[in-house]
């Protein structure tokens, strides 16, 4: 199983990024996903998650309205759109899937808004 994370950088307040998390070695299809995210000092707090056939998703009620996760399956990719971005946003953002019971993490991509 391997996840990899794209798309972080610095952004300024108010502005958009678009994230997305390349997935192999499993039934990407078949597996429900989801962002996380860590700032420093802080653990590790679910963001959005979305089904295997992307029929539904949920959010964290600090990111409801400005984020959109979605997937492609044809691509093994999810993504999440994120705009409104503050500077409260600023964190590592990891993607994560369930494969046979066990928890899998890409490496993070960093996201930074500040002016």
């Known amino acids: 199983v391997q996840l990899v ?3 972080g950088g610095l952004v300024q307040p108010g502005g958009s990024l678009r994230l997305s998390c390349a ?6 299809s078949g597996s429900a996903m ?6 420093p000092g802080k653990g590790r707090e679910l963001v959005a998650g979305i089904t295997s056939a992307g029929g539904r998703t ?3 009620d600090s ?3 400005r984020f959109t996760i979605s997937r ?3 691509k093994n990719t999810v993504y999440l759109q994120m705009n409104s971005l503050k500077p409260d946003d600023t964190a590592v953002y ?3 899937s369930i494969v046979t019971g066990y928890a899998y993490w890409g490496q993070g991509t960093q996201v930074t808004v500040s002016s």
């Open 94 to 96: 990891f993607c994560r």
């Open 63 to 65: 990111v409801k309205g």
């Open 5 to 7: 994370e794209s798309g």
């Open 34 to 39: 989801s962002w996380y995210r860590q700032a």
């Open 23 to 28: 997935a192999s070695g499993f039934s990407f």
């Open 72 to 74: 492609d399956n044809a």
């Open 58 to 60: 949920n959010y964290a």
